[in-house]
């Protein structure tokens, strides 16, 4: 499979701050979702955005997609220190029902 | 509550033996999914199921074999044939096809001594 790529692969903030990750992929997709995992625990989804799609927020999640440069950005606004987990990007690739997903980037909040 | 339920949490294996992982789900989830990660590597599909008696290999299912007898269960063993099995290995379910997103099971971290 075509596995995405976050950058960075880690980021350390101070609580308050904005946090931005992004990913690249390598096919053309249907959608790209965003997940969260706190250490040791299983992945939560946090939010989707179809390849139509240019932009999207949920709360303090704000996504884009760049189909042309095949690239996703998610930011947290008003990071907490709750907030400190990994998040990865994983992408439907078009004509496939597996999700590929990226190496993700570890987030550290610092209250 | 719905969701995806994986046991044990821990387990230790001896080389050269097999050793099978729960998932269940009440999701009434057609797809269901085995992932194994790895420090630094993300996320790699082992096998996936999208419906029941029928399962395809992922990108690394030498090792390693499933069945999908229920619609709600989808049994992953790790056999003496994985080299390298320690490893945390986490279930997941959709629905097909996967248009949302995934629902993870909390994973079991397997342990050979």
């Known amino acids: 499979s075509q596995q995405g790529e976050e950058d960075p692969q880690a980021l350390s903030i101070q609580e308050g701050e904005n946090a931005t990750m992004n990913c690249s992929y390598k096919?053309?997709?249907?959608?790209l979702q965003w997940y969260r995992q706190n250490s040791g625990r299983g992945l939560v989804h946090l939010i989707l955005?179809?390849?139509?799609?240019r932009e999207k927020h949920s709360g303090r999640l704000r996504v884009t997609l760049d189909t042309s440069k095949k690239s996703s950005s998610l930011l947290i606004t008003a990071s907490r220190a709750a907030d400190t987990a990994s998040y990865f990007c994983?992408?439907?690739?078009?004509?496939?029902?597996?999700?590929?997903f990226g190496k993700g980037t570890k987030l550290s909040v610092i209250p | 509550d719905g969701g995806i339920t994986q046991s044990p949490k821990y387990l230790f294996r001896k080389e050269g033996q097999n050793v099978t992982l729960s998932c269940e789900q009440n999701?009434?989830?057609?797809?269901m999914y085995w992932y194994r990660q790895d420090p630094g590597q993300g996320l790699r599909l082992i096998y996936y199921?999208?419906?029941?008696?029928?399962?395809q290999k992922g990108d690394i299912a030498e090792g390693y074999s499933v069945s999908r007898e229920k619609k709600e269960s989808f049994p992953l063993t790790v056999t003496s044939a994985q080299k390298n099995p320690t490893a945390f290995y986490l279930c997941?379910?959709?629905?097909?096809?996967?248009?949302?997103?995934?629902?993870f099971g909390s994973g079991t971290r397997l342990t050979v001594v």
């Open positions: 997941a379910s959709s629905i097909e096809p996967p248009k949302g997103g995934y629902t």
């Open positions: 096919t053309s997709i249907n959608n």
């Open positions: 955005i179809r390849s139509n799609e």
């Open positions: 994983a992408n439907l690739p078009a004509g496939s029902y597996q999700l590929t």
């Open positions: 999701l009434n989830h057609d797809a």
């Open positions: 199921s999208q419906i029941v008696n029928d399962f």
